[in-house]
């Protein structure tokens, strides 16, 4: 039993792994559809390359964060000599994602669970494995530069002040060898920046990285009981006939654009995509394509 756990990701994460929902209960840490898909691009890079480089572009609150620390865990609680970074944009997400990692420390079954030598703010070290997880924010721009690492993951990356200096970096900090890892995930900030431009070169086969995008409708919870009085625009149903939706999918988007951004579909666009285009759309500026005519046109 142990050898399957520790062989199978998804089943490692149920057995071994605690989590705090979204109403702020203790679960056993189940996988939803976009962790499954991000964990699937992800094995698939690492079968054919050797290591791991993506950059994975989602809508808010969809996991992709969760599975990555659970990944890293794993690895780092598990094998001898890994070092693990974390870097997010601002110390209250570097210490809310951190926090992750220590429940699923002090609350994961015990038979799986190496000793801590160190247990700190920034930092949970492992003795007798010699491996050790750390934590820093983007403000500063020696983050991440000290020392090599094996693994890194990179959290609300298009926000971070100081990527250009961070990214140059990274390439010293982690070495393209097999069985290492980087995966930086964000939601969009615009058009201009580190991650879009990263994006950009990995969408054209430039780089090592691999692009990832996981659309909001993925996520099985983003639905809601469709109000009597509820009716759809001309451009809602070309909308929702440009992605297959549903009528409880296309309340729950309505009512996120009226209550958390005040009608603005663009800001919904960026905050929770449908597609990269529409990700990467600057927020008040009419894009030159439709890109809900495009993707009918594919379709």
Not at 50 to 75: D, E, I, M, N, P
Not at 207 to 219: A, K, L, N, R, T
Not at 266 to 288: C, I, R, S
Request: charged share 25%; with cysteine; aromatic share 10%.
């Amino acid at each position: 039993m142990l050898a399957q756990v520790l062989s199978d990701d998804e089943l490692y994460c149920r057995i071994n792994l605690k989590i705090r929902t979204k109403s702020g209960a203790i679960v056993a840490f189940e996988w939803n559809d976009t962790q499954r898909i991000l964990h699937a691009a992800l094995e698939k890079q690492k079968a054919e390359k050797g290591w791991v480089r993506a950059l994975v572009l989602k809508g808010r609150q969809q996991g992709c964060s969760t599975y990555v620390a659970a990944r890293f865990y794993k690895r780092v609680t598990t094998s001898f000599g890994i070092r693990c970074q974390i870097i997010t944009h601002m110390d209250a997400a570097t210490q809310n994602l951190f926090g992750m990692v220590k429940t699923y420390h002090e609350l994961g079954d015990a038979t799986l669970k190496p000793k801590s030598k160190n247990d700190s703010a920034t930092s949970l070290a492992f003795g007798g494995l010699r491996s050790d997880y750390r934590v820093a924010t983007a403000g500063s721009k020696n983050a991440g530069r000290s020392d090599t690492v094996q693994l890194f993951h990179g959290s609300e990356v298009a926000f971070w002040p100081n990527a250009e200096k961070i990214m140059a970096g990274l390439g010293q900090t982690l070495p393209l060898e097999p069985g290492t890892e980087a995966i930086m995930e964000t939601t969009a900030n615009g058009l201009g920046n580190k991650f879009h431009s990263m994006w950009v070169m990995a969408v054209a086969g430039k780089s090592d990285y691999m692009p990832v995008f996981i659309p909001w409708f993925i996520e099985k919870g983003y639905r809601r009981e469709v109000p009597a009085d509820f009716e759809l625009s001309d451009e809602d149903i070309e909308y929702m006939e440009a992605f297959d939706l549903d009528m409880e999918q296309m309340a729950w988007r309505q009512a996120k654009i009226d209550t958390d951004f005040t009608g603005d579909v663009d800001w919904f666009n960026q905050e929770y995509p449908a597609t990269p285009d529409m990700a990467f759309l600057k927020v008040g500026h009419k894009a030159l394509i439709n890109t809900l005519k495009v993707q009918k046109a594919r379709k």
